[in-house]
């Protein structure tokens, strides 16, 4: 006590950084905005209509699983618009509003609050979500509106990698409208040039580590560039199309579906961009990227087993068992 | 200018994983220490290092002097203590340290004289034995903050194979400067002690490291590296990137040698023996003058602090009295902390004997006491990344929740320092030094039963 007054003995340490969730989530949300107003631009005012329903349903359903399971309030770290926002940039401008909130739903409730909340996710919350509206609503899933088409009537489109599988006969859209976005697909992952914009502000802000961006993109340049026998438009075209973008700097990155230390990320990574590559050259399916990241999630638990750091100073006893052995 | 990779200055051999980026808060770096006014009255715990405490060996009502033996043992790992003003012994009883152990201690009332003890007198050294002798003579205890016994960290067997001393003067906690002032200040003694302890101890190397923060040391330690003494070139400064926590024992032994101390073992279990610059410069003091560790510096800071200053204090001064002496507080403090904001304890009060190792008084506002609310835990790997020892908190918090004691010796945390790095870096608040310091606790006690 000094002064009659009582004293604030805490354990060390006694200083904070002043990072905190909240604010690393609004960078996330800051990263996104680019790529939500060429959006916008590209696929017209319905586009805030599905972001409004993902991120108000994300909210609301936090708020009421976090009270039906009487645990503390957490709307406030805003993870859950986080969430909403990349879960709304995965969907088709057409889907309908309804199919939007149950998928946010999906993925607060079920991946993200029922397994502890924050931090806790099996997986990326959104993937997550994603998929289980392609698996239930195919159709919806599938209509995409093409670009600008809603100034005047809303057309579909087929999207560059359905192009690319043979499934449809129509022009590419060029390397240029690729990396603006002028092209069918979600409404958040056609955009390039904002989306590495956004990777590269969180980078800066130390968000995300560069890592796992580039080991998944590497990988899946490496990859086509030795499937399309050295044709780099061809790898052009795969970097930009499907969610690659998307996924390598928002969803991969999903700090509780990733490793933390540096050599598991760029193992995460590469595995990541391997799965995208095998599911888009030899599956039905002509985008990978979510159920590379949702398999890639599944393994992390193991990976960071296997690749365990070894605490300051621990000396390396295999070699010497082993020759150990070999001697005898 | 004095840069690391020029002329003969070093850079870090292996730099360290980890750490964290702090505020320094140099505040009184350019002060020079100033004594306080000898104070009225002083309380000298005997427990003031890391061991067994001494006893009492004066009496409610003996005089004493200055430098006089006032607690000692004969067990082995402790340091005799000595009166720090002249005066009468008015009590000898048990006093409750900062810490909140319970300890004897002998409180000493100042005549006001500081009259030195005549027993005191240099000692002859001429061998390694009479200097361990010497040292432990002196009650010098390791005066960064950890209070280990100087004479036993000098003491190693001939078969460990000790080839370098490392002096540390990176002082990487915010608002502490007074190593740095010792560095300004007594530089002669820093280089009579190098050259002492090499000759004596055999050292094949000596690194004196500071961080980069501090130019203006650079050129002082630089001439002491340089001297003519060193005739094989033995001698070195090395200049290491600011980062908490750069001075502690093991990143030291890092830096300065690139060997990585093993898990459960000590510096000299790799050949080297890391000293503060500080008990360095005491060291060749104490040969010259025979006067026992008696007073400290220390930096008096912090937002609650009138006016900031870097004190030299006597032993057992009441903290109270010397902040009276840096102006009082300015603001209400909220926490007031023995030692850096990182790694240093908060105390219930002012009514508190100073003691040997502590080496800084901060007291703090409200604004700066209370910390953000804990969250919970997003997973982000900040504390991993930040912990200089290559562990993972999470992983730890999360094995010792479920009171698993055998993960929680496969993740190491006995290695753990405490050093707060984790804490620092967690964007959610958790306070995981005690997660940590709870999780020890678990293993100790083999977990689930």
Redesign the interface.
Known sequence: ???G?K???????????K???R??MLDVVIALIPTLIAAVILFGWRVLAVTATTVISAVLSEFLARKVMKRHN?IG?L?AVVTGLILAFNLPVSIPLWMAAIGSFFAIVVVKQMFG????NFANPAIVARIILLLSFGQAMGNWTAPFSWKTEAVTTATPLAILGGETEAELPTLLDMFLGIRGGCLGETCAVTLIIGGIYLMARRVISYKIPVAFIGTVAVVMLIAGKGDLEFVAYHLMSGGVLLGAFFMATD??TSP??SNAKIVFGIGCGLLTCVIRLFASLPEGVSFAILIMNLLVPHIERIM????????KEKKSKKKEGEAK | MVKAGIDGVLKAVKKVRGG?K??HHKNTAEMEVVRIPTPSKVVIPMQQHIGSPCEPVVKVGDEVAVGQLIGDTDKFVSAPIHASVSGKVVAVGDVKLPNGVMSKAVTIESDGEMRLWDGIKPPHVETKEDLIKAVRASGLVGLGGAGFPTHIKLNFPADKNIDTLVINAAECE?YITVDYRECMENSWDILSSVYLLKDLLGFKKVVIAVEDNKPEAFKVLKNIADHKADVDDEVKLMVLESKYPQGAE?MMVQSATGR????G?LPADVGCVVMNVASVAFIARYLKTGKPLVSRSMTVDGSAIAEPKNVRVPVGTNIGEIIDFCGG?KT??????TGG??????????DLPVLKQNNAILA?SKD?????PE???????RC??AC?????P?NIVKAAKAKDADTLDQ??VT?CM?C?SC???????K?L??HM?LAKAILREGGKK
């Open positions: 006590m000094v002064n007054k004293l604030v003995v805490s354990a060390s340490p006694h200083i904070r950084t990072d905190t969730t604010g690393i957490t770290d993870s909340g924050i931090g806790q700090y509780s933390i230390k365990a750091p070894k605490p300051f100073g621990t000396i | 964290v702090v505020d915010p093991k990585r101390v093993p898990p073992k507080f209400e403090p909220a926490k007031i902390i904001p990182m790694m240093g304890l908060a105390i219930v009060g002012t703090f700066d006491a209370v910390l953000k969250t919970d835990c997003i997973r982000c790997g991993a990344i200089p020892m290559s562990l993972m999470t993740l190491g290695v405490e707060g804490a620092f870096a967690c964007p959610a608040g306070p030094v005690q310091r």
